[in-house]
């Protein structure tokens, strides 16, 4: 079965941890994203990365830190830094970083952070 | 600054009572107009991709609509599974494959 899974499903931290949410994929996709969602609000973009050892900041970066070292693998780092980091945090990927028909974006289930 | 706003927040149906979701965007450039389903503790499940004013899409009870300014997720004779969160996002010409995405509107369909 070809999909993103994300792990782990719920997560809890205490004030000044660094914690790291999983994402994998095994859809062979290029491009990689991590948003965040607020109760009742729209997913807002963290991160986003087109191709190995290559990332970019999405609108919310600040608290935050990728890696992509691998194709299949895309991790975010909550730091200490950001600070309010509750929330449900969601990964996506898309063939390529280009628009259009086939390139749409695909979400895996998700990590609840709580932060104690 | 590229804007998309969903209406209305949240709607309650009862099984059976057809019904319209709204998304109207404020953009510079559209290149596509994306609906996501949501359920619960979940990621957003893709339903359609909209590319024109004037398409329209279905798939079993939702019909996707689209205009200049706006477009409308119409729900026919909804059923009670169809309750979950309905997410707009918008893609821009020149901005790749980035979304911006609306606020959402929950659906909740009593038998």
């Known amino acids: 079965d070809g999909g993103i899974t994300q792990s782990p499903k719920y997560l809890f931290r205490k004030e000044g941890q660094n914690v790291t949410l999983s994402c994998e994929q095994n859809?062979?996709?290029?491009?990689m994203y991590w948003y965040r969602q607020d109760p009742g609000q729209g997913l807002r973009l963290i991160y986003y990365?087109?191709?190995?050892?290559?990332?970019q900041k999405g609108d919310i970066a600040e608290g935050y830190s990728v890696s992509r070292e691998k194709k299949e693998s895309f991790p975010l780092t909550v730091t200490s830094a950001q600070k309010n980091p509750t929330a449900f945090y969601l990964c996506?990927?898309?063939?390529?970083?280009?628009?259009?028909?086939?390139?749409?974006?695909?979400f895996g289930p998700g990590t609840r952070l709580t932060v104690l | 600054e590229d804007q998309v706003t969903q209406s209305p927040e949240a709607l309650r149906l009862q099984e059976g009572e057809s019904s319209s979701l709204n998304c109207s965007y404020t953009?510079?450039?559209?290149?596509?107009l994306f609906w996501y389903r949501q359920d619960p503790g979940k990621g957003p499940e893709f339903l359609f991709t909209?590319?024109?004013a004037g398409e329209e899409k279905e798939k079993e009870r939702l019909k996707a609509t689209l205009t200049k300014k706006e477009s409308f997720l119409h729900i026919t004779a909804p059923k009670p599974e169809d309750s979950a969160t309905y997410l707009c996002?918008?893609?821009?010409?020149?901005?790749?494959?980035?979304?911006?995405f609306g606020g959402g509107t929950r659906l909740m369909v009593k038998p």
């Open positions: 996506a990927s898309t063939p390529g970083l280009a628009g259009g028909p086939g390139n749409e974006q695909f």
């Open positions: 859809l062979n996709h290029d491009a």
């Open positions: 990365s087109q191709i190995v050892n290559d990332f």
């Open positions: 953009v510079s450039g559209l290149r596509g």
């Open positions: 909209l590319y024109s």
């Open positions: 996002a918008v893609q821009v010409s020149g901005a790749g494959n980035m979304l911006t």
